[in-house]
């Protein structure tokens, strides 16, 4: 079941109907980045740098080398610096497009179901804005465990397997059912859940196809979502059911 919809997933990121939608958050991502780039660059060089070319005049000549090591050093820093940006920055920008990968899978893969109801505007910024934080505060912890011998990767996929799995999750589940009943049917299916989480931390351990890991993800979880639903008849959907959150 996950594997399927892993495997749905991938073929969706490059199917015609979603192809627009795979190109606005690729190029909005490397746009930013790019931005970050030259700003974290600008930050080295106006706050870093004079400190440090204050000590060049008392460096002896035989330890030249050293201007060398520093300035390497500073490269592989400001790299690093970015690399940990991707994640935040990918989420938040795929964020504000994850509905329109949803409604397209819905309308193509599940023509004879419900359709699903798409966050208001409001809701969905503050949705991006709020992964935004939980794939900060997973990749701080992930960072902090990777100086621990033997845990370091264990940690990664672990600490974003459950919190990718649940967000993504929630969010497939909240297209069809209250914020309540989400996540009362993820803790039902917790581990499912989690395991298809190890799936998409595993996608986002690869560079560069890294940065279309929440339109991944997204199509992941609402393939998930339908084959719990279908599988479970305790939390089956009414037909014609809209979430609570948009009722009335």
Avoid at 70 to 92: E, H, Q, R, S, Y
Avoid at 107 to 114: E, G, L, N, T, V
Avoid at 140 to 162: D, H, K, S
Avoid at 184 to 213: C, D, S
Wanted: aromatic share 12%.
């Amino acid at each position: 079941m996950i594997f399927d919809a892993a495997r749905l997933s991938l073929a969706n990121l490059l199917a015609p109907e979603t192809r627009s939608v795979f190109w606005k958050v690729l190029g909005l991502t490397v746009l930013v980045l790019i931005g970050l780039w030259f700003a974290l660059r600008g930050v080295f060089i106006g706050y870093v740098w004079p400190y440090f070319a204050e000590l060049l005049p008392t460096v002896p000549d035989w330890a030249g080398w050293l201007t060398f090591v520093f300035a390497l050093l500073a490269c592989i820093g400001l790299a690093l610096g970015l690399a940990l940006l991707i994640a935040p920055v990918t989420a938040l920008i795929a964020g504000l497009f994850l509905d329109d990968v949803a409604e397209v899978i819905e309308k193509r893969d599940y023509a004879s179901d419900p359709a699903g109801a798409a966050m208001p505007i409001g809701q969905a910024m503050l949705g991006s804005i709020q992964f935004l934080g939980v794939v900060i505060v997973g990749n701080i912890v992930a960072l902090l465990l990777l100086f621990i011998p033997g845990v370091n990767l264990i940690a990664f996929f672990m600490v974003n397997g459950y919190l990718l799995g649940r967000e993504f999750f929630e969010f497939a589940a909240t297209r069809f059912r209250s914020p309540q009943e989400a996540r009362q049917f993820r803790e039902k299916h917790r581990a499912t859940v989690f395991m298809a989480g190890l799936l998409i931390a595993g996608f986002l351990a690869i560079p560069i196809l890294n940065l279309l890991t929440p339109l991944f993800a997204a199509g992941l979880m609402v393939h998930l979502h339908k084959a719990l639903t279908r599988r479970d008849p305790s939390f089956a959907l009414v037909q014609g059911l809209r979430p609570n959150h948009l009722r009335g």
